[in-house]
């Protein structure tokens, strides 16, 4: 359930209105009107613990104002993370000092208009709230359980919250709070390992003891991992390893990035590109996203039906890239100016209704991966991604876990991937370490490309 | 800013705090890109804000905040000695730290042209006059060209009694074409990969590149490359230049040698290490010829990873590494050093601004320069000359790697015959180090600035330095990203 609607303490609409105030005054004082001001305000604590103890443990709180003016068709922004009256004036100073030194640029826009947002609300009082002590206890908890397996455990217990919102001249005013709470844990044993993790607005939705019972449970089964062949096989992916490798192409479903030509999708939308039970959206409304409802210039966000049925059919669009293209904002742009434009980054990948045991149980020969680490770009176009699987990698065999192996590295097209995936899980809020968190299910897919195999 | 540290200071010192360490920084920042003959962005940044890091309970605690009132470092105070009292939920042994004597120093490091003191749009002439050059090469289907500086004053002030004033600048520019073709995508960059070269200088590095001399060269190349030929896959004799070695030491000799790793700190996100203690003083890291360093001193050179003193108050050093391909040293904290029993720390501590706490950071991790003449290293019958990283790779333990580069050669009887594109090498650290058979000596060695290094949750992003000079190795496996 969502918590209720809380204007965060760390920067309420009032704060935003004054600061806006501030930057407008400095700015008209200048005779320049065309103004718009990005504020964010985060509180942020983590509890780190390693070799079965606390070992760091930080907060930090922090705030930023950014300033975009707009002067005779000139832009430039300038930020500083002091919002009082004279730093405020000081950071206009600077854009229309910028702003004046550029060239006119013919295709600049005005600034947004105001537009309707829908409430995405995502702020719980359990993540805001938590204490130092509630998180170090879960974490001596969760240490509990490994230690008491024999293993040693590392991880990280975070919460926090952050406040964002956009103000201009023409109106616009959308503002958004929200809580994430974050667990991850990996279990060790002399040569194994297990991990875990899990993500969610309100940090009562998962529980980490579960997670740390997960990672204990996958470093035991691991042990004495075998050395075998790299070579092609038949993968389940575990929903972090999708999360983190498939996560990689979505920066290319962007009306820029075409533009520019460095997008895989080049010549390739609404053509059949993945298999025909690959359905992707952005969906910022989903109940398992997390985010504000709008984009780096305040357009509200509208889903996209990124992939449907294995065919690319939308791409997101900022309002430069959809005036160029003749078509309305998705509202998906970065602030302005930059140079990327747009990318769709609330992603709904649907899944299936397999589970983790059916999946298993009927794979005769494969490989279970739960993690996937340091994940790189090989080809651009033919989406070839390299990376190595990590903390519990399996071998399995006639429908059984038959041993932990030796961790491989894999050279991998995602485009191969998604015409090879035959059972999916139902979809999930992953959270891994190499993409956005997303909503996503695991999946198993024929011919995985290992390419080498480490020494652990 | 001196007040401020020593006022916050304050705060932390109550009943129960064995230690406590202050950082008090401002920052300013300009950052400016074109793409295709327009602004990319531009922005101008400010910062400023206080960190406190506590022992108390015998555990660390750490808070950081932007609010500089009394109210604010009070809150933040007493925010950190809480959390530092909370960590004993889960406690093994209290925090021991290394000695460390007390220091007052003001420092700045050296900058012969002010980068903020050159105008805005002198900079973006200079990239729009890039980008011009790139595109008058009907193949590039996409310029980019960027700049960045950055000038950080640090004050630091400890319960040692420490009081150090530090200012860094750094200044950083590069571009690189992209050529569309035939369903594939080439780019070529200069004067690296990934934003270019990045250094402790002012804007006298930018002088120096000579950005608008390189492009013409560059765009050809890119544009050349979807007429090569693929990359053979096979074992070959390989050959780096300077670039994309000081990546692979960043990767393959920097991130192993954090003690922090070694002992379990990172496990759950960065990773840990091969070089578990045993092998400190008894591991062959690498051939005769490999020696590395990690220096932070500024006789080094103008590195990213050059100060006067690290973020917990140890001044910089140089400690071997590898000393004739023998591994003798790890890049230590206080408390790590404590931890193996080690009369101090070697001072690598650094932090990613005011809001995070330090952590073990690789300096300047460089391979020291071989005495081979540039010639002599291409003097062999066959192999593959590779330049400038386009993908990079390594496990959690830091022993498997991949690397592509954005071009290479085929070298015959120490000539270059044919460009190949798409080259991907790769191999296990220990066995890629010590088939090093050639290191070209100091006229070709380059200190490398990595400006994107990540660690630590949260994540901090922070500048590294890697010399090098171009080198070869025997019998590495190439063409593994693109086989099967």
Redesign the interface.
């Known amino acids: 359930m969502p918590g209720s609607s809380v204007e965060s303490d760390l920067l309420t609409r009032k704060d935003c209105e004054q600061t806006f105030h501030y930057a407008q005054q400095a700015a008209r004082e200048r005779g320049v009107t065309a103004i718009e001001l990005l504020l964010e305000a985060s509180s ?21 104002a ?1 300033v975009r003016v707009i002067v005779d068709g000139r832009t ?7 919002l009082d009256r004279d ?1 405020l004036s ?2 206009v100073d ?2 229309i ?2 702003a004046k ?2 060239e006119f ?1 013919p ?1 600049l826009l005005p600034l947004a208009e105001p537009r309707a947002i829908a409430d995405c609300n995502r702020f719980f009082a359990s993540t805001a709230e938590c ?3 509630e ?3 879960v ?2 908890e969760a ?1 509990g359980v490994v230690e008491s397996a024999g293993q ?1 455990t ?3 217990y ?1 919460t926090a919250q952050t406040t964002e919102a956009i103000l201009n001249s023409r109106g616009v005013f959308a503002y958004h709070s929200e809580t994430l709470a974050r667990f ?3 279990a ?1 044993t002399a040569d194994s ?1 297990g ?1 875990a993790k899990a993500s969610s607005p309100d940090r009562l939705a998962f529980d980490p003891l579960e997670l740390a019972r997960r990672a204990a449970l996958k470093a035991e089964l691991s042990r004495a991992p075998r050395e075998i062949m790299p ?2 096989y038949t993968v389940i992916l575990e929903p972090a390893a999708v999360l983190d490798l498939v996560g990689q192409m979505f920066g290319d479903f962007s009306a820029t990035a075409l533009e ?3 997008s895989f999708l ?2 390739r939308l609404n053509q059949k590109l993945f298999g025909e039970n690959i359905n992707i959206s952005d969906d910022v409304y989903h109940p398992l996203q997390a985010g504000p409802a709008f984009d780096g210039e305040g357009v509200p966000r509208r889903r996209l039906a990124l992939v449907e049925n294995g065919v690319p059919r939308e791409v997101a669009y900022s309002r430069a890239a959809a005036r160029r293209a003749g078509v309305e904002p998705t509202g998906h742009g970065f602030p302005v ?3 990327f434009g747009e990318a769709p980054v609330n992603i709904v990948m649907q899944g299936g209704d397999a589970t983790i045991d059916d999946i298993i149980a009927s794979t005769d020969h494969g490989i279970l991966v739960t993690r996937l ?9 033919e989406k ?1 991604m ?3 699987t ?1 903390d519990g990698t399996f071998l399995i065999e006639a429908g059984r876990v038959a041993c932990g192996v030796r ?1 491989f ?1 894999f ?1 991998q097209s995602l485009i191969e991937l998604l015409n090879n995936v035959d059972l999916m899980m139902p979809a999930e809020r992953a959270a891994g ?1 190499e993409a956005f968190d997303m909503v996503a299910p695991g999946l198993r897919a024929r011919n995985f ?1 290992f ?6 | 800013m001196r007040d401020l540290a020593g006022r916050a200071l304050d705060r932390a010192l109550r009943n129960g705090v064995a230690y406590a360490d202050v950082r008090v920084i401002e920052s300013r920042e300009r950052h400016l890109s074109t793409k295709n003959g327009k602004i990319g962005h531009i922005s101008a940044n400010e910062s400023a804000g206080v960190g406190i890091r506590v022992i108390a309970a015998g555990c660390w605690g750490f808070a950081a905040t932007d609010d500089l009132t009394s109210e604010g470092l009070e809150r933040a105070a007493a925010l950190a000695i809480a959390i530092a009292r909370s960590g004993a939920a889960a406690k093994k042994a209290d925090v021991q730290l290394a000695p460390e004597n007390a220091y007052q120093i003001t420092w700045s490091s050296p900058t012969v042209v002010d980068p903020f003191a050159i105008s805005i749009d002198q900079q973006i002439g200079l990239l729009l006059q890039v980008d011009a050059e790139l595109r008058r090469n009907p193949g590039v289907t996409l310029s980019e060209a960027s700049m960045d500086f950055v000038r950080s004053r640090q004050v630091f002030a400890s319960s040692l009694g420490s009081l150090i004033d530090q200012t860094r600048t750094t200044s950083g520019c590069g571009f690189c074409a992209y050529a569309y073709q035939d369903d594939a995508i080439q780019k070529r960059s200069y004067p690296n990969s990934f934003g270019g070269q990045f250094q402790l200088k002012g804007y006298e590095l930018v002088q120096e590149l000579d950005l608008p001399g390189n492009a013409a060269r560059i765009a050809e190349q890119a544009v050349a490359l979807h007429s090569a030929d693929q990359c053979p896959e096979g074992e070959f004799h390989l050959i780096l230049d300077s670039s994309q070695l000081g990546l692979q030491i960043h990767e393959s000799i920097g991130h192993p040698i954090e003690l922090d790793r070694v002992l379990g700190s990172e496990a759950n996100y960065a990773g840990t290490s091969f070089l578990t203690l045993d092998k400190l003083n008894r591991l062959r890291y690498g051939s005769e010829l490999v020696n590395v360093v990690c220096d932070a001193r500024l006789e080094h050179g103008p590195g990213l990873g050059t100060f006067a003193f690290d973020d917990e108050g140890v001044p910089a050093q140089c400690t071997p590494i590898i000393q004739d391909g023998q591994f003798v040293g790890y890049m230590t904290s206080r408390e790590t050093a404590a931890a193996i029993g080690q009369p101090r720390s070697n001072g690598t501590m650094r932090a990613d601004g005011w809001a995070r706490i330090p952590l073990i950071r690789m300096t300047n991790v460089s391979l020291l320069p071989g005495r081979q003449t540039l010639d002599e290293v291409f003097d062999v019958d066959h192999a593959i000359y590779m330049e400038t990283n386009r993908s990079w790779s390594i496990d959690d333990k830091r022993y498997n790697f991949q690397f592509g580069c954005e071009i290479a050669w085929e070298i015959r009887n120490g000539r270059r015959v044919r460009m190949l594109k798409n080259p991907t090498y790769s191999g296990i650290t220990t066995n890629f180090w010590n088939a090093c058979d050639a290191i070209a000596n100091r006229d070709h060695w380059t200190l490398w600035g990595v400006p994107n290094c990540g660690k630590g949750q949260p994540e901090q992003v922070i500048g590294t330095g890697h010399g090098a000079s171009p080198a070869r190795f025997r019998n590495i496996r190439i063409g593994a990203g693109y086989a099967g």
């Open positions: 942020h604590a983590l509890t780190r613990f390693a070799n079965n103890a606390i070992h760091q443990n930080v907060a930090e709180q922090s705030r930023r950014s430039a922004r300038a930020a500083t993370n002091r730093s000081r950071a600077q854009a000092e910028v030194s550029l640029d295709d204490s130092p002590e998180r170090a206890r974490v001596a240490i040693t590392a991880g990280a975070s991850s844990i990996t060790m390992s991990w070579g092609r520019d030509r460095r080049a010549g100016p930059n140079e680490w340091y994940i790189r770009e090989v080809d651009p176009f070839i390299t990376g190595m990590r961790n590295r050279n370490e490309n390419t080498e195999v480490t020494r652990f």
